[in-house]
């Protein structure tokens, strides 16, 4: 939990009224300050006036759908996304990852995992805002992450990555050829110590397949995930 005298702001954009009240229920009582948008639009808005720590966002919203509502909110300052969605489709995840989004919620599901999402979250964001190791990784003949800039370029031309693919990029490119379960992956980056959301992490991987190339991450088929084993690491210069 963390130790700031204020407390951390969430914004819920939910246009259906008994789950956003009952999010927002839930947040409050855990100590978080809670505003609630119900529309697309208005979630834009509420985004921009607020500046919130972390944001739950519905797939499906009235105005502008909740990948557009995404992409927007990200387009100025990067915060942290829960989406929730009531379709389960590999391709639906995917994409919302890839506007944004840090990791998803289907629908149904149950307050005490909600709140140890949000959690995971937050402190993922704060220990990304204080660590600034100053190393380079290079992940095949044409992959580059600069850990201290959180930039990401492939043959030169630079990729984006949402927050939690880089953080996964990186644990994997640290340590190339390693296989690291879906457990692993979920305590170390996510800060997940339940072991819920393997299919968090395999959506994740999808996303760093499309935007990166096949050769990057290995499937290790009943164990987990693998950096390729060309990776290399060094200082940056």
């Not at 914004?11 to 259906?16: A, G, N, S």
């Not at 201290?148 to 370029?153: F, G, H, I, P």
């Amino acid at each position: 939990m963390s130790s700031d005298l204020s407390p951390r702001t969430i914004l819920v954009i939910e246009d259906e009224t008994t789950i956003a009240q009952a999010v927002a229920a839930r947040l409050r009582s855990e100590g978080f300050a809670v505003e609630v948008a119900t529309d697309g639009p208005g979630g834009v808005e509420a985004c921009a006036r607020l500046a919130p720590d972390l944001v739950v966002l519905d797939l499906m919203l009235p105005g502008i759908d909740g990948l557009e509502v995404c992409r927007l909110i990200q387009r100025d300052r990067p915060v942290p996304v829960l989406m929730l969605t009531a379709r389960d489709s590999e391709d639906d995840l995917v994409v919302g990852l890839a506007v944004g989004a840090d990791d998803y919620l289907t629908k149904p599901f149950s307050s005490r995992e909600l709140v140890a999402r949000v959690r995971a979250l937050l402190r993922r964001s704060e220990r990304t805002a204080v660590a600034g190791a100053p190393d380079l990784l290079g992940i095949g003949p044409d992959l580059r992450v600069d850990v201290a800039a959180r930039r990401v370029t492939r043959a030169g031309a630079e990729v984006h990555l949402t927050p939690t693919e880089f953080d996964l990029l990186v644990f994997l490119g640290r340590r190339p050829g390693q296989v690291l379960t879906r457990e692993q992956l979920l305590a170390q980056v996510w800060g997940y110590r339940d072991g819920s959301g393997a299919r968090t992490v395999d959506s994740h991987v999808r996303a760093l397949r499309h935007k990166l190339g096949s050769d990057v991450v290995r499937t290790v088929h009943g164990v987990g995930y693998a950096a390729a084993e060309r990776a290399t690491a060094g200082s940056a210069a």
